[in-house]
T-cell receptor, first 113, second 115 residues
Framework: KNQVEQSPQSLIILEGKNCTLQ??????????LRWYKQDTGRGPVSLTI?????NTKSNGRYTATLDADTKQSSLHITASQLSDSASYIC????????????FGKGTRLSVIA | EAEVAQSPRYKITEKSQAVAFWCDPI?????LYWYRQILGQGPELLVQ????????DSQLPKDRFSAERLKGVDSTLKIQPAELGDSAMYLC?????????????FGPGTRLTVL
């Protein structure tokens, strides 16, 4: 069964600290993996998209990594800010035209002062 | 910057009433999706349109939910009658072509509360 598992479920960190969120997937055949940020009460916003051949991609203070062999991805947030408080959702798509995306349940990050 | 528009942003209704949500995708995006997101969970696909045609509605509870995209542009999702378990965020997203090849852009969502 195609699944995306994220850990931890929730995380609290101090402002200015770094953190890493994990994503493991069993989706096959793999096309690409995306990380979305979802603020409370808002729709998800894309942070990064990585294909099979990419193993790292950055977007400002966000850096995503992908290991297609072990089917693992991580999202590293550097020098966290209060505005980073949100849910981070890992999404994997299969390598076929209209197959639905497989969403993880997200990691709820709280950055506190 | 082009955005997916949704309305209303919030809706409170009593069970057994009818509700409708509206979505206007980014101009030129052929594919439109409706998702339901329960608090603390990831979005679950309800229905996917390619232009005006339904591509996937396998997870849509068809006894009470309906969706249409008559002119292949904006779309309406309806629930009749609403049940307590329908309380959730309803997200609309659009992409240029298929989700595999193109990024999905999400709207702000409609938060539904059924009393």
């Amino acid at each position: 069964k195609n699944q995306v598992e994220q850990s931890p479920q929730s995380l609290i960190i101090l402002e200015g600290k770094n953190c890493t969120l994990q994503c493991n997937y069993t989706v096959s055949p793999f096309s690409n993996l995306r990380w979305y940020k979802q603020d409370t009460g808002r729709g998800p916003v894309s942070l990064t998209i990585m294909t099979f051949s990419e193993n790292t991609k950055s977007n400002g203070r966000y850096t995503a990594t992908l290991d297609a062999d072990t089917k693992q991805s991580s999202l590293h947030i550097t020098a966290s800010q209060l505005s980073d408080s949100a849910s981070y959702i890992c999404v994997v798509s299969q390598n076929s035209g209209n197959t639905p995306l497989v969403f993880g349940k997200g990691t709820r990050l709280s950055v506190i002062a | 910057e082009a955005e997916v528009a949704q309305s209303p942003r919030y809706k409170i209704t009593e069970k057994s009433q009818a509700v409708a949500f509206w979505c206007d995708p980014i101009s030129g995006h052929a594919t439109l999706y409706w998702y339901r997101q329960i608090l603390g969970q990831g979005p679950e696909l309800l229905v996917q349109f390619q232009d005006e045609s339904v591509v996937d509605d396998s997870q849509l509870p068809k006894d009470r939910f309906s969706a249409e995209r008559l002119k292949g542009v904006d779309s309406t999702l309806k629930i009749q009658p609403a049940e307590l378990g329908d309380s959730a965020m309803y997200l609309c997203a659009s992409s240029f072509l298929s989700p595999t090849l193109n990024e999905q852009f999400f709207g702000p969502g409609t938060r539904l509360t059924v009393l």
